[in-house]
């Protein structure tokens, strides 16, 4: 008897993995670091570094989709609004709710573990991952994970590059659970008396509710509520507030960074704290996503002073507006004494002679 | 479970008897005397863990009280060059806290305090060897639990759980071990002590979080575990339906899946396990039918009432044989009983069993059924079946007597070669037990050489000399020469009479 077939439906685009391997190969064997590239869009994220580009962009397509298995497998240059179109087609979407930012790749969303308003509830960018193809600095591509749910063989690796800003290898392709979309939504308003203060939601997470997202603007609380249209409605007789008009357009400008809040000169920081911390004393303005775990400030303080108040709450803090600061300014909360070393050791152990995105992520993980 | 890792109780050796002592004089000097056991009877009941076909003496056992004394003994340890195993409740199913007969067997049993239960911030802080069901225990009168549910949750502690990513049958909605702990402290081979992760949903750095969930012990000792806790759901009800095909069930299971629901628990039983669970449990199962679903649904009450309509509709529209939501709590209980204890049940079938765990791509479930018949038949032991639905996760049972000579051997190349199936089709040789020493072998399959060395350099960037449970979960290149020679003809091993290495 044969193994059938596995269903590899919906196959599209163009496997680029022996190229990108020539290139990493030349790459090393010249001893010329590489800037990993896909649509291009989150140059504001780290600092992109003057070396050579590779391009992951002509890598693309859907490798195996079954919705019923809820897995997708897709090479990394997928552009984002392909991938949620084929998957919104199917009645399915990635629950942790990525950001597109237009020309935005699945990949680049891995690498820079970039997670949506569904974050708190629906789980992270790595939750979601079961497995990865890489290029690691040996220029050799790698497997770890797979198309299951279930899988505990071997480190898990793939997870490891999630958020790791390329700076542990190439990522070519990614196995993704996925969720079938919820069948209702609604977005509630309440006013707090106090600006910027999640107790309210942090209590409010205790209660068996069907929260998808939760954010707070000055004083005012958006409560997202997601699932069958009868939870949905018993849901938010127990929340209260007012049903907001347009909210699908509210959270997609959170996701996006579009939100007439970011609209401002001054640099953005991301500051990531446990969701119960109190008001942070730094100067700027505020707006709190994720119940209050994922803080953006708008301010012009220096970066210094920010790290060590994150640092101080038990967070870390990056800035996503690399252009407006300083070559000296870190652009990540810097990490020290044995877990510096021990996160040294581990890009080393991916990427001895630092051939991939030198700069881009913690200068202080480079040497 | 390989026979040549197998190894029969060894009297000491003089040598190995000098050994001891010189260790636990050092020990001595790092935690109390009360806290080394080195006697035979002391070490007796570590020589295992839930795998028990493997055994082996440890040098010496010593259970340390404080951080401190864990720190201390991994720097003797790392400056001594002796391996240390760390264990838990030694539940474990693969061999991963398998003892070394050159090294120190760490327990972690007396760090049993819950430190922190944050009802109000939903968290709880405790030590590694809190058993997982104490959690949820202990967060019940608060309205919540703690997810993970592994089967063995009654014993298995949760630093053993860290260790294994370990799962159970709510993890298609609820997600792993991985998705539900938030931060570990750990103290590495020099006795470094490090927070990794925290109460903020992200960490500066690399995501070593999710390196460590799964490592089998083989990166860092966990000290301390700070694991989320969930509000408890108000509603849960469970839907029965039998088949009289397994092609049935298990397209039922994606057309559930399809009609965009998520059930807290979906889980198969083939004809022989239901049989078993119920002649033991007396539930109500449809024994005349071929395959038998278990559906759990909970949320609110309102979404719990309409996607049992849901799931009924879509049953119904399966060919199912035997439908039937289980009205009252009592009900709902019982019929989990038989899946819950089907492992006992099927054990009553025969003086042994092996339990199997692999992952499959769910839609291969028919193929993968009816090849496992055909390898049952080949080998002449009877497998019963139960099976993860949700989440592709399936536990075969091998029926064996171990007192025929031969039949262990042969129940262990029949558990290879259904390992190397569940890979041929795409899925995995664990989806929850681990490697441990049981399915190293297996490996070299599921990975290339290249992903292998790849996996020895993430140790060595933790454990550069290889002190921290050595020869567990990744096989050396070696072993995978020796295997791959072994194994030209998946499971067709030539000469099966010759010990193996």
């Not at chain 2, 849901?310 to 939501?325: D, G, I, P, Q, W």
């Not at chain 2, 140790?459 to 020869?471: E, I, R, S, T, V």
């Amino acid at each position: 008897m044969n193994v059938p077939d596995q269903d590899r439906k919906n196959q599209s685009g163009q496997d680029n993995t022996e190229q990108l391997v020539d290139q990493v190969q030349q790459a090393i064997s010249t001893h010329t670091p590489i800037n990993i590239v896909g649509g291009s869009s989150k140059s504001f994220l780290g600092r992109c570094s003057e070396h050579k580009s590779l391009h992951t962009s002509e890598h693309t397509g859907v490798v195996n989709y079954e919705p019923t298995e809820l897995v997708v497998t897709v090479r990394t240059g997928t552009p984002m609004k392909e991938l949620n179109r084929l998957l919104a087609d199917n009645g399915q979407m990635l629950p942790f709710e990525p950001p597109v930012f237009n020309t935005g790749t699945i990949g680049g969303v891995l690498a820079c573990g970039l997670s949506g308003p569904a974050r708190p509830f629906a789980g992270s960018a790595r939750d979601y991952v079961l497995g990865m193809r890489v290029i690691n600095g040996l220029g050799q591509a790698l497997r770890f994970g797979g198309e299951v749910m279930k899988n505990v063989a071997g480190y898990d690796a793939a997870r490891l590059h999630v958020g790791a800003y390329g700076t542990l290898g190439v990522l070519l392709e990614a196995s993704m659970k996925v969720l079938p979309v919820p069948e209702a939504e609604l977005t509630l308003q309440r006013e707090l008396t106090q600006p910027n203060v999640t107790a309210d939601l942090v209590a409010l997470m205790r209660q068996p509710l069907p929260i998808s997202a939760a954010s707070i603007i000055e004083s005012t609380q958006y409560i997202r509520l997601s699932g069958s249209a009868s939870a949905v409605e018993a849901a938010a007789k127990t929340c209260g507030g007012e049903p907001v008009n347009n909210a699908a357009e509210y959270w997609r400008s959170l996701r996006e960074l579009d939100h007439a809040f970011f609209n401002d000169d001054r640099p953005l920081w991301r500051i990531s704290v446990p969701e119960f911390t109190a008001p942070m004393d730094l100067e700027g303005d505020w707006l709190l996503d994720w119940a209050g775990a994922q803080r953006f400030l708008k301010t012009e303080l220096d970066a210094e002073k920010i790290y060590a108040a994150a640092a101080a709450v038990k967070g870390h803090a990056s800035c996503y507006s690399s252009a407006q600061m300083q070559a000296s300014e870190p652009l990540f909360q810097p990490l020290a004494g044995a877990m510096l070393s021990l996160q040294k050791r581990v890009r080393d152990s991916f990427d001895a002679n630092r051939i991939f995105n030198p700069g881009r992520y913690h200068p202080e993980l480079d040497f | 479970m390989s026979s040549h890792a197998a190894q029969s109780d060894q009297p000491a050796t003089p040598d190995m008897t000098a050994k001891r002592q010189e260790v636990a004089v050092a020990l001595a000097t790092l935690v109390p005397a009360n806290c080394i056991l080195s006697s035979s009877e002391e070490l007796k009941p570590y020589e295992s863990d839930g795998l028990t076909v493997f055994k082996k003496t440890p040098l010496l056992v010593v259970l340390p009280e404080t951080v401190e004394q864990v720190q201390a003994i991994l720097r003797w340890a790392n400056a001594a060059k002796v391996p240390v195993v760390a264990r838990g409740a030694g539940t474990g199913l693969s061999g991963g806290a398998l003892p070394l007969e050159h090294g120190i067997l760490l327990g972690l049993a007396k760090f049993s305090q819950i430190l922190e239960l944050n009802t109000e911030r939903g968290f709880a802080r405790v030590q590694p060897g809190v058993r997982n069901l104490a959690i949820s225990d202990a967060a019940r009168p608060y309205g919540l639990y703690y997810a993970p549910d592994p089967s063995s949750q009654i014993a298995c502690t949760i630093g053993g759980n860290v260790a294994e990513n370990s799962g159970g049958v709510h993890c298609l909605k609820y997600g792993l071990t991985v998705h539900n702990v938030m931060a570990v402290t750990v103290v590495t081979i020099d006795g470094e002590l490090l927070e990794i992760g925290s109460n903020a949903m992200d960490s500066a750095g690399y995501d070593l979080l999710a390196l460590l969930n799964g490592s089998e012990g083989m990166l860092a000792v966990v000290v301390e575990v700070t694991v989320k806790l969930l509000a408890t759901p108000p509603c849960a009800k469970l839907v029965m339906a039998a088949f009289n095909s397994v092609e049935d069930a298990g397209s039922a299971v994606g057309e559930v899946i399809a009609a965009g629901i998520i059930p807290a628990g979906l889980e198969l039983m083939d004809k022989p396990a239901m049989e078993a669970a119920e002649a033991f449990a007396n539930c109500g199962y449809p024994t005349d039918s071929a395959a038998l679903l278990l559906c759990e649904l909970d949320g609110l009450e309102e979404e719990v009432t309409d996607q049992i309509k849901k799931v009924s509709a879509v049953f119904k529209s399966c060919n199912v044989a035997t439908l039937r939501v289980a009205e009252t709590e009592d009900e709902r209980l019982l019929l989990w009983k038989g899946r819950k204890s089907a492992f006992p049940a099927v054990g009553r079938l025969a003086p042994d069993y092996y339990c199997i765990d692999g992952t499959i791509p769910r839609g291969q479930l028919p193929y993968v059924l009816r090849r496992m018949e055909q390898l049952s038949a080949e080998y002449e032991l009877p497998i019963a079946n139960v099976f993860h639905a949700g989440d592709g996760n399936l536990h075969p049972l091998i029926l064996f007597d171990a007192n025929i000579p031969g039949e262990t051997e042969r129940t262990e190349a029949l558990g290879s070669r259904i390992l190397l199936l569940c890979v041929e089709v795409g899925g995995t040789v664990t989806g929850e037990h681990g490697v441990g020493v049981e399915k190293i072998n297996e490996m070299c399959v599921q990975f290339d050489e290249a992903s292998l060395l790849q996996f020895h350099a993430i140790k060595a960037a933790f454990d550069p000399d290889g002190l921290l449970n050595p020869g567990k979960a990744v096989p050396t290149l070696q072993r995978c020469a020796e295997f791959g020679a072994m194994h030209v003809h998946h499971g067709q091993i030539p000469f099966p009479e010759l010990e193996r290495f």
